[in-house]
């Protein structure tokens, strides 16, 4: 059965500062993709970052950049120049090719907390 | 337009009574999801519908009724609800189930309060 584990229950950033939110995986198949999603307490998820297991490069997305270390099963999620905006509840996921329906597993989720 | 739309946004209803969630999306995506979620706590998928066709019902108890009328959109019908349903329900969408970089676009979610 597919994992994953988001050790950071909560962290503080100083605006304006990179902050690294950990997500490690578990799975035994070689094709899978990883997610990373942001939740404001508004409710939304909303989609930031996309790494496939056989990309070659991390993925980056404007200030979002994915740190991938695929012997590790590890997929850190960067985001540079933190704003205050970024405070959120983030949450990484996995989802591998034989998955039925496209179902996705979800960590359990950092809360960030941006200070200006 | 990566746009999901769920309404209402906030729905209280009690143990008796039937209300339905809808949600939609313009983004010509043919898998649809419904999602719970409990305070701090991740999502939980509950239903996945492939062209239209249910593909995925992850064991949710018969109080809750999808229904996808046509590919844009997506409705949870709910009945007899207990207060332990109470959670954030959030819509999904994405091109295609079942190819491991389809992503899904969330939309705002329902919040859902059962007296």
């Known amino acids: 059965a597919q994992k994953i584990t988001q050790t950071q229950p909560g962290m503080f950033v100083q605006e304006k500062e990179a902050v690294t939110l950990d997500c490690t995986y578990d799975?035994?198949?070689?094709?899978?993709?990883l997610f990373w999603y942001k939740q404001p307490s508004s409710g939304e998820m909303i989609f930031l970052i996309y790494?496939?297991?056989?990309?070659?490069q991390n993925a980056t997305e404007g200030r979002y950049s994915l740190n991938f270390q695929k012997a590790r099963k590890s997929a850190n999620l960067v985001i540079s120049a933190s704003q205050l905006g970024d405070s959120a509840m983030y949450f990484c996921?996995?989802?591998?090719?034989?998955?039925?329906?496209?179902?996705?597993?979800f960590g359990g989720g950092t809360r960030v907390l941006v200070k200006p | 337009d990566t746009e999901v739309t769920q309404t209402p946004k906030h729905l209280v209803m009690g143990m008796t009574n039937k209300k339905s969630l809808k949600c939609e999306q313009h983004?010509?995506?043919?898998?649809m999801y419904w999602y719970k979620q409990k305070a701090k706590k991740p999502p939980e998928l509950m239903f996945v519908?492939?062209?239209?066709?249910?593909?995925i019902n992850e064991s949710v108890p018969s109080r809750f009724s999808p229904e996808c009328p046509n590919s844009s959109l997506l409705n949870l019908h709910l009945h007899a609800l207990q207060p332990e349903d109470s959670a954030l329900y959030l819509c999904?969408?994405?091109?295609?189930?079942?190819?491991?970089?389809?992503?899904?676009?969330f939309g705002p979610g329902t919040r859902l309060t059962v007296l």
């Open positions: 790494q496939g297991s056989y990309d070659e």
């Open positions: 983004m010509g995506h043919r898998a």
């Open positions: 999904a969408s994405s091109q295609v189930a079942g190819v491991s970089t389809d992503t899904q676009y």
């Open positions: 519908y492939s062209y239209e066709k249910l593909s």
């Open positions: 996921a996995m989802r591998d090719i034989k998955a039925a329906g496209n179902k996705l597993t």
């Open positions: 799975t035994s198949d070689q094709s899978y993709g």
